[in-house]
């Protein structure tokens, strides 16, 4: 999917905006999804996508959305939830979905406080840990890896790309320029 030129966002580094990029390639990768009759909640993603990021809805997307939507307007089918797919699997505990998804965020905003605080440390396991020890969310460092990871899948910043960006360096890629400036 080529993305118009008016989507792309200069930083200070000069580069053109990852996330709406990131973004673009995702909904163009649900493309096959979308189609059949479990793809009505691919759908509403890849349309919440394009609006979070400002992206221009493609032709294949509202036309598939417009198939739906007329489905329950024009009474072929009883609900929404026929169109589209039910929105949970039956007997989901929302609350535990909901405090799942709270967990979540906190642990992408820690990662993104340390981060934006100490640009010197890596994204990986020491960051990690410390944001497993705060209090509140009490978690392994395995457990919050996973968590800071499902939120880039969920389309939450990634931080490392939002450094690079903000032409912040870490400590492991000011070695690694040392050592090409070395040669």
């Given at each position: 999917m080529?993305l118009?030129a008016s ?8 580069t053109v ?13 649900m493309r ?5 009759t479990?793809?009505?909640?691919t ?6 996508l394009?609006?979070?990021?400002g992206?221009?809805?493609p ?5 598939e959305?417009?198939t ?11 609900s929404?939830?026929?169109?589209f797919?039910r929105?949970?699997?039956?007997r ?5 979905v909901r ?7 906190r642990?992408?905003?820690e990662?993104?406080k ?7 440390l890596a994204?990986k396991?020491?960051?990690f ?10 978690l392994?460092?395995a457990a919050v ?12 910043v990634?931080?490392a ?8 360096k ?7 320029r040392?050592?090409?400036d070395?040669?």
């Amino acid at each position: 999917m080529d993305l118009p030129a008016s989507v792309g966002i200069t930083t200070k580094a000069g580069t053109v905006d990852d996330l709406q990029r990131h973004a673009a390639q995702e909904v163009e990768s649900m493309r096959d999804r979308c189609g059949g009759t479990d793809g009505g909640s691919t759908v509403l993603h890849c349309l919440c996508l394009c609006a979070l990021h400002g992206l221009p809805i493609p032709p294949w997307l509202r036309d598939e959305f417009v198939t739906r939507h007329h489905l329950v307007a024009d009474a072929h089918v009883k609900s929404w939830d026929q169109a589209f797919g039910r929105p949970w699997p039956k007997r989901t505990r929302l609350a535990t979905v909901r405090r799942h998804a709270t967990l979540m965020r906190r642990v992408h905003d820690e990662v993104w406080k340390l981060a934006a605080q100490r640009p010197d440390l890596a994204i990986k396991r020491i960051l990690f840990e410390e944001v497993g020890s705060i209090r509140g969310i009490d978690l392994g460092c395995a457990a919050v890896e996973r968590l800071y990871y499902e939120s880039l899948r969920a389309g939450f910043v990634n931080v490392a790309q939002w450094r690079r960006a903000m032409g912040m360096k870490t400590p492991a890629a000011r070695a690694s320029r040392m050592k090409v400036d070395d040669r």
